[in-house]
């Protein structure tokens, strides 16, 4: 059978991706925040995942504001990177896990979960900047993807508590999967960041901190913030954070920690990174 055998958090700063599309990575200002992503590189490549499920939000590239899901699923057999304003990034074609996708989509369906299936799905740099992150610039991504898009741009988003209960869901439907396939997860977005108003530019290293402390033995205790309590602590754009428990649903009860790396700032944003394996 299938089966989900670690995850990862990681935030999606855009800027991570243009950093290694233009070949900044080892500038002063870059470079420590590049330097934490080596020991998750060598990991990954190490598991070698065959099948990766992205959980991210869209920034209005597949969707606009006349359509909002508040969870989508690709199904298709491959995803092109999206044009985000200053044209696609020049990365290699994202290929999809059709079986596996339409196998998830129908079981989570069935599990009471409402998921928007997508036959049709550009990837921003919500589901690209990851593979940039783990992956650095392969010719090809090295494991297929199953791109989840979870709505962070109209409210109301899910709740964290509603967010782990999915990832659950997903891991049962995950090892209902009749093939063998090594399955990771990915939660991303945050951490802590605003990017308008009287706090741009906000972050909050304690609250941050907090998070990856617990987001391993203690998730439920976290799935109590409310959207107030994220958007108080960790700015408007912070509460990104929740799909980071769609990972930690999917996974084991207890899990050992592998890495975590955390950096302020990259661009305006707290930038952490998170690896999980099963206990």
């Keep these: 059978m299938a089966e989900v055998i670690a995850g990862v958090g990681t935030s999606h700063t855009p800027a991570i991706g243009a950093a290694v599309d233009h070949g900044r990575t080892a500038e ?14 060598e990991w990954i490549a190490d598991i070698r995942p065959d099948v990766a499920i992205i959980v991210y939000n869209d920034h209005a590239s597949a969707f606009s504001l006349e359509v909002i899901p508040t969870f989508a699923i690709g199904v298709a057999p491959e995803f092109p990177p999206a044009d985000e304003g200053y ?35 550009p990837v921003d740099h919500g589901l690209t900047v990851p593979l940039s992150v783990m992956f650095d610039q392969p010719e090809k991504w090295p494991c297929r993807v199953i791109p989840l898009h979870v709505n962070m741009i109209q409210y109301p988003p899910p709740t964290g508590a509603r967010c782990y209960k999915l990832g659950q869901a997903i ?6 999967f009749d093939e063998d396939l090594k399955v990771a997860v990915f939660g991303t977005g945050g951490m802590s960041h605003q990017l308008q108003g009287e706090r741009a530019g906000l972050t909050n290293p304690e609250f941050d901190a907090h998070f990856l402390d617990h987001l391993g033995p203690d998730p439920k205790r976290l799935t109590a913030l409310s959207h107030t309590d994220y958007i108080r602590r960790a700015g408007s754009e912070g509460m990104e954070l929740v799909m980071w428990f769609i990972m930690r649903g999917a996974l084991a009860e207890k899990v050992r ?16 990174l998170i690896i999980y394996e099963n206990a």
Excluded: K
């Design 171 to 176: 891991r049962r439907a995950v090892e209902s």
């Design 87 to 121: 044209g696609p990034r020049d990365i290699p074609m994202v290929q999809g896990a059709p079986d596996l996708a339409w196998h998830i989509a129908e079981s989570l369906i069935l599990d009471e979960f409402d998921m928007t299936i997508c036959n049709v799905m």
């Design 257 to 272: 920690e592998v890495h975590r790396h955390y950096h302020i700032a990259a661009s305006n944003t707290s930038v952490g």
């Design 28 to 41: 002063p200002y870059w470079q420590p925040v590049f330097a934490g992503y080596e020991r998750a590189r």
